[in-house]
């Protein structure tokens, strides 16, 4: 999503979408220039029609409300719910027209992931790597059901968020920290908890985005380029990055967001095959597919290809007045390029969710405004001459949520090592604090716009995945309420004054920083390109001197994903160091929580630490040099990215994937494995068929119900409306070429069957039980995780290791223990067979091994399907 800085340049730059965002080969009279050729024959199949919404038991009554309502809207109602009301033109960063007659307001999207973005009176929530590294799902649905509050309390219907794409596969990638963690499992877990608890305040949840969008530089169009492409084969795309979508889509999400970039050449706001036959079709998706924001890229082509609304409505050059829909839907419909099934389908989705989160009851409307902090202003500020009013209430959300935000960021805190037990602290220890990150920002709390600066402690990454900190605790004031006699030098570079005693400990504090494209800060455009995985303001120097004058050095690092720490982590006084992740308002108290030995750390690392940026796969890296034409970026590792590659590469990371020390030790006991259902063929059990979908008269409606001379309100300047001129003068042909691969039968995947794929993919399969002992002498939470391997008879390379279940136990004490199960389904054991179409697993779990450990350099018990579980 966009500021002005972006605007300005989209006007600047009228944004002509060059030939190749139409997916499918378009026919002349639309005039739409067919799109490139994907590089290496990767191209993305035509898949039509759009299958329709309200199949699905679990929808079945928000459906037929939807279908009473939507069968008596006029065209002009149905294109208002589709569309955006243009750039800055309400309340929130987007929102759609309205239907007044029924009841239904202009429905309110709002960022972040995190929070409430640009608002107040807000909580500003640890972001989604935070909330990964916890391994904690009662904490991951705790804070999604504290995120839903403060949206129902602003009157935001729809949140944006959860991230689970990106996924993590660029080291360097912008945006990763706003999901959960570099594999798929972690993301899915973390989205879908995320879903369940925003949902079950009756917020809108918005998964994105899909997919494939793991860079930030060249993600958009612009005049001389396209987004880039990513060329994704179909297996990894099945086992990788839609992987978190299905299960988002299992916990019932109610809209998609669809990513910037293309697919195979796709664009992925207009991509049929995605859209239509993996998201709608095989995934079951009963919800709204909504573009991210200026990622609309073409009208009838996106209609088509199963795109239901479009956000924030304009089209190629923003505050203009035009849209891709809007007036332009409704001349699609007039003309018949766009079936009027089609577009009734996309009203039921949003009128259908909307009732099955239960906003037709008591939902408040917005009640503050993201384009300003002063409570009165216009209300249309793209309009220039708009009426105004009071814009803020400046509403109180917070309730008891920083108690939800110290918990996720506490129990994130990740603890790699700990020599000479030197950790936890204690009140009474000479400390001395060292580096920037330490305090708080210079200019202000939430001076730079969206976050977009690294000074003081670095709470998220900047871009729209943001929210305004309502306070912050720094680490500063944190440790400086405990110690009293802890001196602080916030500075970047070492003081050269500072006087070391035998004593003392210095606590050194670095960082990293990442975010979205549209700023770039210290050289950094979105993604790491200039920093590199290296700690910022020469954080590494920082250290070294540290560890040069003191022999007890603790480093904490705050940051967005992996980090280099090769040149000082085997310095003989670097005795400890903790990943705070990014710990958002209460950066200080849950950091000082852990240090001080309240409690023992419990996060581990949602990616591995790497020794070298070397050892990743070179087809990782950022591409960041502009050809002309469009960026071609192929998945060459194909599921090999993060510890999946350094496993096959035999690399050992310095801290590998899921690492993550206590003060206290667990020792892992009586592991047993059992059958709950056997799995007696290859392929899963037929899938069940579809229910019935609402049946609309699809006749093209009458002209006269988009007619401006129909209407009776005062027009605003620019705003995007449903009306057209003279749409009499529109006449429907029979003759509209459809794309090639056009089919009016609505096509059946077998993989498909229920939200998120054939419901028999995710029944259990087996379950693991495990005794987690204290062994050791301090209170804590250990975090057992399950990791599969699948035996060389399904005849594919696949990982020797994959994350597939985890859990964390309760807080025990010494010498207390805790029994837990980890659940494996159907689909935990299988592969996507790109041939038949359907997910394959060994027949009775044949030779599958599930390893169990504390990260997966550590799995010293393997239970065999079908067998027992035995030690290594
Ligand atoms: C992209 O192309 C690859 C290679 O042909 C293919 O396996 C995959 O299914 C395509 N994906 C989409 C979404 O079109
Ligand atoms: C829609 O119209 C039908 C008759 O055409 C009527 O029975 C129904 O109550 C109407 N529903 C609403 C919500 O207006
Ligand atoms: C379309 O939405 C606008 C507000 O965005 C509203 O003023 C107008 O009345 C709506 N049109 C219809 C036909 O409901
Ligand atoms: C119908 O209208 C749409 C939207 O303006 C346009 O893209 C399309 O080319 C038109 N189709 C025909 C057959 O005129
Ligand atoms: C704003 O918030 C208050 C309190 O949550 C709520 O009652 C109201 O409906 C909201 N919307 C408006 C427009 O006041
Ligand atoms: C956290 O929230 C509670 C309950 O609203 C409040 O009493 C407390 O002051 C808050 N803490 C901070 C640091 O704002
Ligand atoms: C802190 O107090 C403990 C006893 O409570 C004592 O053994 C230790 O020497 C003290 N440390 C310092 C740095 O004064
Ligand atoms: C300071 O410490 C006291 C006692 O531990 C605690 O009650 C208080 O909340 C702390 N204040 C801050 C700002 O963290
Ligand atoms: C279907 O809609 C068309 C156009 O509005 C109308 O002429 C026709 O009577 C409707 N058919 C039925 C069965 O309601
Ligand atoms: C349309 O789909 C049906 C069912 O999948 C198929 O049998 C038929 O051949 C398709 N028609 C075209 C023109 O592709």
Redesign the pocket.
Known sequence: MTTWTRLALGLLLPQIVLSSPVPEAIPEPVKLEQRDDASEGYNSPAYYPTPHGGWVSDWAEAYEKAYQVVSNMTLAEKVNLTTGTGFFMGPCVGQTGSAPRFGIPNICLQDSPLGIRNSDHNTAFPPGITTGATFNKELMYARGVAIGEEA????VNVQLGPSVGALGRKPRGGRNWEGFGADPVLQAIGGAQTIKGMQSTGAIAALKHFIGNEQEMYRMSSIITQGYSSNIDDRTLHELYLWPFAEGVRAGVGSVMTAYNSVNSSACSQNSKLLNGVLKEELGFQGFVMTDWLGHYGGVASALAGLDMCMPGDGAVPLFGDSYWGPELSRSILNGSVPVSRLNDMVTRIVATWYKLGQDKDY?????STNTQDEKGPYYPGALFSPSGVVN?F?N?QSDHNITARAVAREAVTLLKNEQGILPLRRNDSLKVFGSDAGGNPDGLNSCNDQGCDKGVLTMGWGSGTARLPYLITPQEAIANISKTAQFYITDSFPKDVTATSKDIAVVFINADSGENYITVEGNPGDRTKAGLNAWHNGDDLVKAAAEKFSNVVVVVHTVGPILMEEWIDLKSVKAVVVAHLPGQEAGNSLTDVLFGDYSPSGHLPYSIPRSESDYPESVGIIDDQPFGQIQDTFTEGLYIDYRHFLKANVTPRYPFGHGLSYTTFKLSNPTISEVTAIDSAYPPTRPTKGSTPVYNNSIPAASEVAWSSTSFTRIWRYLYPYLDNPESISASDEYPYPDGYNTTQPESRAGGGEGGNPALFKTASTVQVTVTNNGARRGKAVPQLYVELPSSLGLDTPSLQLRQFEKTKELAPGQSETVTLEITRKDLSVWDVEVQDWKAPVNGEGVKLWIGQSVGDLPIVCVVGEKCSFQ
């Open positions: 129902r309390g602003k009157g408040p409307l917005p009640n503050f209430q509403v959300v």
